[in-house]
């Protein structure tokens, strides 16, 4: 039986991979980003290391995000750092993974060569027997929100690569969207935006940076700074200049509309007797990019309904991933589909 057997938890983000073991929570939560040496294909840096290295690198060291937009862009890179993750935590008492299940999240929009791809990077570790389930499921199971129910459930959790928006009722999923705009293309957008009106270049993490430091999607009731540093475009030399949290709301406007209206497209094709459900218990927000100051406001604004952020919202996935291995009996016939890899 699943349930009667070890497991293990996996939120295999876009930003940041989380590995809950069952029994003793969430042990790992590192960036994804691995480090390899060209020449040699030994792995120099995993997660916080390796980001650090990002842009930073030798011509014969590769630092890269095996991820992107929320689904395996490097399959080969994927596969090395998930295994030394997993070999990192053997500390936890996870010494023989091939006697593990797995629980993964993955987007609720990827196809079947995508959902491939993440069961054959985790089967190279060696696990027993690999379960997928829907993020927005996951992060809803995180929050604390009883999915089994006959209730309508919204939850919209914004990562690094992609923006899931579900209402859940009786453990799946009955509208949903997924699109590929989440904290990323916040990053992006701030780095376009400051290139073109600044003609100065930044780089992903000094983007990143800035939005954790002065990013809002709702004008707040005074204008922070912070002083940024980057690349001159016209003599190629290091410049600083000072940047308004109001610039970086006009920056974020594209991307925040993108994720306003796939809420509200979600909103429109869901049930009557579920919308009902929601405007009595509003929407949970989960994930990073949820944290970005008054983009709760903001979608509360656009759809009328209370909005509210879930209480450790970057690990919601992975808490929900957790429950469903500590509670496996609940879950299984609801969440799964019965067939396993």
Sequence with gaps: MFGLTKGIGIDLGTATTLVYLKGKGIVMSEPAVIAVDKNSKEVVAIGEDAQKMLGRTPGHILAIRPLRDGVISDYEMTELMLRKYLQSIKRHGLNFLYRFNVVV???S????VEKRAVIEAISSTGARRIELIEEPVAAAIGAGLDVSQPYGNMVVDIGGGTT????????????SASIKVAGDK???AIIKFIRKKYNMQIGERTAEQVKILIGEAFK???RRET???GRDLVSGLPMTITVGSDEIR??????ITLISDAVRDVLERTPPELAVDIGEAGIIMTGGGSLLH?????IAEITHLPVKIAENAVECVALGTGKVLEMISQYEDSLFDGSSY
């Design 186 to 188: 916040f990053d992006e």
């Design 105 to 107: 999240c993955v987007p």
């Design 220 to 222: 707040g009731n005074e």
């Design 164 to 175: 899931d928006i579900a209402v859940i009722s009786l453990g799946g999923p009955v509208t």
């Design 250 to 255: 006009e920056a974020l406007e594209e991307p």
């Design 294 to 298: 008054g983009l709760d406001q903001h």
């Design 227 to 229: 002083e940024v540093t």
């Design 109 to 112: 929009g990827v196809t079947q």
